[in-house]
């Protein structure tokens, strides 16, 4: 603790000790305030406006040590000064005593709380943010509330001192009113829960839930407001329409159905979305196959003199197709119309927050859910539409095997296709303005994974600018410029495949019409419950993101179909507490929760555990011993804040750490659960074993030594 911080404790405790040692608490009672009253009416009498600055300053330093007796000092502020100037003395100064509790509380306790506690009041501190004044105001018109666990709690977070000043002087006023008007018939008060009538304390329970029902009615009038101008329909034929048929939508129509909602999903590409037909799905069977080629290159080790085969490129592609049309019944429009689902093949329009129009056809529906995806972004280099290049949607006609493949973008997608394709035989460069590759990951991943495409023979470029795409002699070149060094370097390539992020599918469907707020980076904005400026428009998927995951799209589906259908009742905040995410390169990066570099750059306090796989039987005998488990803990605890795990089978793996952290459960529960022996998935509880052992009870097991000395006879 700094010094600062230990003064200001120090002065605390010495007053706090103060009051109590020398029995001053005795002043701070109902029968001592009205066995002096008499006589400090002659003080104030005498002089009242030195009496009234010593009051004042009183009740500041009683307020501000939250110590006992802030309700007394105000039925005497109003005994002796009367209502107008009782009012107005122990108004500003139980609102300036306040403040400062909340600075002391902020100054010694806050940094360390946010420090322990920052991953788990994240959701605290942006709702204080965004409403913080608001909830303050609601807690300060009830008495009831203990103002000074107000003053210590709110310290903790970042509401400003400012907004805490006047929130705190109006919403304090009412209850401060009471207390004052009572101490002008101190004389006749037996008790002070004479004050508070079981009427009164109803009264102010009400004033306090008057800010919460002003708030449902501002909701209702923004609403009506952002409806002004639009013809709502008499009735509607359905209770929801989907737009898009990815894995938002279909899952979003999926839930709908189940719970027997009429609805209609609408879809103008393929079903499935770009997961099945350009993404996830057919990334993964490529993956596959490179899979195989790096282990034939690999059987040496695995006790084969020779082994070889050779690579048809047409044929792998091939199979990448059929792996989508063995899938694609699970996501075809058959399926979804046996679970009552309507279907349309067409491009939708929205026309009015209650009417999509799709193949000349207007339907009407009380709800819209937006799950239009996004498509690879292709960065402004000159001469790249000229060039011969693919993205990650267009990369799938392939038939011919390039040469020299250039990829540009150093993110998973960019990692995953350049090992892939480097094993399938390809020369690969890659080139990546950022000093590393996956900035996402943990340094230490990242290098893990660059050292084995390195090995592999993939070309790194780090730290290269694209400037621009030529042709010189019928060979296609990208200039570059190395960051490091300021020069120029010409990279010749057959194909180009660029990586470099994805933009939100934000045009041609209406959303200009409906005039829906895009974020600055091009999403659709939505607010905590996933619905956009129109309460019955919610948007899920990479369309608003934050994560372009296919199962956030589904996790944020279950949220928009749930409220838009059932949220005249209840709705659900979007929770974003546990998310994983897997990057497919060999070995796989998979990570949940903060990496060591998010724990880092937020200052959360935090200690390491990490395990490394090359100890482990499985990973030795499948010739895949290389990686980790890395599991970020809160210190002394085994409460877990994230985990990075870079493995072959990485992304199973981390699936035993998504359950823990989703249901808190921490490493001793891990610890004591049974692995299969011999598993990859072994590598978890031997991480647990890892941080039992660092955090073992040294002082116990001397003695526990000490006893099996002596039962040894020693």
């Known amino acids: 603790m700094k010094a600062g911080k230990i003064i200001v404790l120090l002065v605390i405790a010495a007053l706090v000790a103060s009051f109590f040692v020398f029995d001053l608490n005795q002043f701070f009672s109902l029968e001592g305030i009205k066995a002096q009253q008499q006589a400090l009416n002659a003080q104030v009498s005498a002089n009242p406006w030195l009496a009234g600055g010593f009051f004042f300053g009183l009740y500041i330093l009683v307020t501000a040590l939250s110590l006992p007796g802030a309700a007394l000092l105000t039925l005497l502020g109003g005994a002796l000064f009367g209502l107008g100037w009782g009012l107005l003395i122990v108004s500003f100064a139980s609102t300036l005593g306040a403040t400062l509790a ?35 105001f609601a807690l300060r018109l009830v008495p009831a509330f203990p103002f000074f666990l107000i003053n210590l709690a709110m310290g903790l977070t970042r509401i400003k001192a400012s907004t805490y000043w006047w929130v705190s002087q109006i919403g304090m006023l009412p209850g401060t009113l009471v207390y004052v008007n009572a101490g002008r018939q101190l004389a006749e008060l037996e008790s002070l829960g004479g004050i508070l009538s079981p009427d009164l304390l109803g009264a102010f329970v009400l004033l306090g839930l008057f800010p919460l029902i002003a708030r449902k009615g501002l909701d209702m009038v923004k609403a009506r407001r952002v409806y002004k101008g639009w013809n709502k329909p008499a009735h509607f034929d359905r209770n929801l329409v989907v737009i898009g048929a990815g894995s938002g939508g279909l899952v979003s129509a999926y839930i709908a159905a189940a719970v ?32 195989l080629a790096a282990e034939i290159n690999r059987a040496h080790a695995l006790g084969y003199n020779e082994a070889s085969a050779s690579v048809n490129f047409t044929r792998v592609m091939d199979r990448i197709q059929r792996v989508v049309g063995d899938i694609e019944p699970h996501d075809s429009v058959e399926r979804y119309t046996e679970l009552g689902v309507e279907v349309h093949k067409g491009a939708a329009t929205i026309t009015s927050p209650w009417e999509v129009e799709v193949n000349g056809q207007t339907l009407t529906t009380r709800n819209i859910i937006i799950a239009a995806g996004a498509r690879p972004f292709m960065p402004p280099i000159p001469g790249l539409d000229k060039a011969n290049a693919y993205n990650s949607d267009t ?17 998973p997608i960019g990692c995953e296709l350049a090992q892939a394709f480097q094993r399938l035989g390809s020369q690969v460069i890659q080139v990546e303005r950022g000093v590393r590759l996956l900035s996402k990951e943990d340094p230490d991943a990242a290098e893990l994974i660059m050292n084995t495409l390195r090995a592999e023979g993939v070309d790194l470029r780090l730290q290269h600018d694209a400037e621009r795409f030529e042709q010189l002699d019928g060979q296609e070149q990208l200039i570059t410029r190395n960051l490091e060094t300021d020069e120029e370097v010409i990279i010749p390539f057959d194909a180009v495949l660029v990586a470099v992020g994805r933009k939100a599918n934000t045009d041609g469907y209406g959303i200009e019409t409906l005039e829906l707020v895009k974020r600055g980076n091009g999403t659709l904005e939505t607010n905590e419950y996933l619905a956009t400026r129109y309460p019955n428009i919610y948007a899920v998927g990479d369309v608003t993101g934050p994560y372009q995951f296919t199962h956030v799209s589904a996790h944020q589906a279950w949220y928009a179909a749930v409220n838009a259908l059932f949220g005249t009742f209840k709705r659900f905040k979007v929770d974003y507490r546990v998310i994983p995410r897997v990057t497919f390169t060999d070995p796989e990066v998979a990570s949940v929760g903060l990496t060591e570099q998010d724990a880092k750059d937020t200052e959360v306090k935090y200690e390491v555990t990490r395990y490394n796989i090359d100890d482990l039987d499985r990973a030795i005998a499948d010739q895949v011993a290389e990686g980790y ?23 199973e793996l981390l699936a035993e750490y998504v359950l823990a952290m989703k249901h808190k459960l921490g490493l001793n529960k891990i610890l004591g659960t049974i692995h299969t022996y011999p598993t990859m998935s072994e590598a978890n509880k031997f991480a647990a074993g890892e941080w039992k052992r660092a955090h073992q009870p040294e002082k116990l097991l001397q003695w526990v030594a000490r006893f099996h000395r002596w039962r040894l006879g020693r």
């Open 260 to 291: 027997k909602a009429n609805v209609s999903l609408i879809e103008k590409h393929a079903m499935g979305g770009d997961c099945l037909n350009t993404g996830c799905v057919p990334s993964k069977a490529l993956i596959r196959s490179a899979k």
């Open 102 to 136: 909340m600075l002391i509380s902020r100054f010694l306790l806050r940094d360390w709380v946010q420090a322990r506690f920052g991953s788990r009041l994240k959701a605290i501190n942006e709702g204080v943010e965004r409403e913080g004044a608001f909830y303050l």
């Open 395 to 411: 990369l799938w006609g392939l038939r011919e095997q390039p040469k020299r493949l250039l990829i540009l973008g150093g993110g």
């Open 629 to 651: 488990v890395k599991v970020l803990t809160v210190p002394g605890k085994d409460t877990i804040l994230g985990v990075t795990i870079v493995a072959a089978h990485g992304g």
